[in-house]
């Protein structure tokens, strides 16, 4: 039973994008729990296994039912394209306590007896004490478990948003949504986004337009958020995750490599998405000034192409460029 979301005719002017460092935490705390998630993740999962062993998610996991509602003043949605994480950590500090106990209710009712537990019991007598810890725990989480690979993940963040700024600018807000994940059907008709996930709602966004936001850990799901301190917004799987933990030398052939020198072939085969230099240069783990040098020398080749978007400038494979780095056409 899916979710329609009605626009009204100011809606389509106030889509955004957000990348979320506190969202990716909580998400990733979620995939520790849940094996059917760790997939994609597992050269992550054993570099940080040892750091998520010294932590306490207990508390965290229990408000993360398999279905149902979790606590959103745990991550409320960002305010801007992209927030800090000490931003939005603050933020979750300054929770008014009164509404929380009925968020923990709800969602420790989603697990037959989490209430009765002692870390529910805790949870449900102390809301203002439970929500000062609860940041704490996430703090703690962000720095051993996110914070090390941010880098890599917010250019994997950053290269969804541009790609699909593009593809908006290009086709328009029908060609954006059918593209965004196999779960969202437009109808131009009634001006209604469908997202195919459990439960039944219809909201009309009534002027509040809908924030967009490409997610590493949420894989393979959709989630959606309306209530408050929510704007509307839809999290989906972010482009390109399979590739994310492997090193650039993991995806270069090794005949390329003698071709063009291991680093130039690594940015080649790093540009599965259109990417601008920062973004590539995050994901390598290399100093901008070198990855541009590079970039010149490819495009110059005619094994790349860029063009300006908006304040920077993006570069993706020509044809002989992807026949070079044995990348299929799409």
Same mark, same amino acid.
């Given at each position: $039973? @899916?979710?329609?979301?009605?626009? !009204? +005719?100011a809606?389509?002017?106030?889509?955004?994008f *957000?990348?979320? @460092?506190?969202?990716?935490?909580?998400s990733?705390? =979620?995939v520790l729990?849940?094996?059917?998630k /760790?997939?994609?993740?597992? @050269?992550w $999962?054993?570099?940080i296994?040892?750091?998520? =062993?010294?932590?306490d998610?207990?508390?965290?996991?229990? %408000?993360?039912?398999?279905?149902g509602?979790?606590?959103?003043?745990?991550?409320?949605p960002?305010?801007?394209?992209?927030?800090?994480?000490?931003?939005e950590?603050?933020?979750v500090?300054?929770?008014d306590?009164?509404?929380?106990?009925?968020?923990?209710e709800?969602?420790?009712? +989603?697990?037959?007896? *989490?209430? #009765?537990?002692p870390?529910?019991?805790?949870?449900?007598?102390?809301?203002?004490?439970?929500?000062?810890?609860?940041?704490?725990?996430l =703090?703690?989480?962000?720095?051993? %478990?996110?914070? @090390?690979d941010?880098?890599?993940?917010?250019?994997?963040?950053?290269?969804?948003?541009?790609?699909?700024?593009?593809?908006?600018?290009?086709?328009?807000?029908?060609?954006?949504?059918? +593209? %965004?994940?196999?779960?969202?059907?437009?109808?131009?008709?009634?001006?209604?986004?469908?997202?195919?996930?459990? !439960?039944?709602?219809? =909201?009309p966004?009534?002027? /509040?337009?809908?924030?967009? $936001?490409?997610?590493?850990?949420?894989w393979?799901?959709?989630?959606?958020?309306?209530?408050?301190p929510w /704007?509307?917004?839809?999290?989906y799987?972010a482009? !390109?995750?399979? !590739?994310?933990?492997?090193?650039?030398g993991?995806?270069?052939p090794?005949?390329? *490599?003698?071709?063009?020198?291991?680093?130039? *072939?690594?940015?080649?085969? #790093?540009?599965?998405e259109? $990417?601008?230099?920062?973004?590539?240069?995050?994901?390598?783990?290399?100093?901008?000034?070198?990855?541009s040098?590079?970039?010149?020398v490819?495009?110059?080749?005619?094994?790349?192409?860029?063009?300006?978007?908006?304040h /920077?400038? %993006?570069?993706?494979?020509?044809?002989?460029g992807?026949?070079l780095?044995?990348?299929?056409?799409?």
């Open positions: $039973m @899916p979710y329609h979301l009605h626009f !009204g +005719e809606d389509p002017l106030r889509i955004r *957000a990348i979320s @460092p506190l969202w990716e935490t909580h990733a705390v =979620r729990a849940r094996p059917a /760790q997939g994609y993740h597992l @050269p $999962m054993r570099r296994a040892d750091a998520a =062993r010294e932590l998610l207990g508390p965290l996991q229990l %408000l993360m039912p398999l279905r509602h979790s606590p959103d003043f745990l991550y409320p960002p305010l801007g394209p992209a927030a800090a994480f000490e931003d950590i603050a933020a500090r300054e929770t306590p009164a509404p929380v106990l009925d968020d923990f709800r969602a420790l009712a +989603e697990t037959p007896g *989490a209430a #009765a537990t870390e529910g019991r805790r949870l449900l007598a102390d809301p203002a004490g439970a929500v000062v810890r609860l940041a704490e725990l =703090r703690e989480a962000w720095e051993a %478990l996110i914070a @090390p941010w880098p890599r993940l917010r250019a994997l963040l950053e290269a969804d948003v541009a790609y699909h700024s593009r593809r908006l600018a290009e086709g328009g807000l029908e060609r954006l949504l059918d +593209e %965004l994940h196999p779960a969202f059907a437009w109808d131009a008709g009634t001006s209604t986004l469908t997202v195919a996930y459990p !439960g039944r709602h219809i =909201r966004l009534e002027g /509040q337009g809908l924030v967009l $936001m490409p997610s590493v850990f949420t393979p799901d959709v989630v959606s958020g309306f209530d408050p /704007q509307p917004t839809v999290v799987p482009r !390109g995750i399979g !590739g994310l933990w492997s090193e650039s993991d995806r270069t090794e005949a390329l *490599a003698r071709l063009l020198g291991p680093v130039r *072939a690594g940015v080649l085969c #790093a540009l599965a259109p $990417m601008g230099t920062t973004t590539l240069a995050h994901l390598l783990g290399r100093a901008p000034s070198s990855v040098s590079h970039l010149t490819l495009r110059d080749a005619g094994l790349l192409t860029s063009r300006r978007y908006g /920077q400038v %993006l570069y993706e494979r020509t044809p002989l992807i026949a780095s044995g990348a299929g056409p799409g």
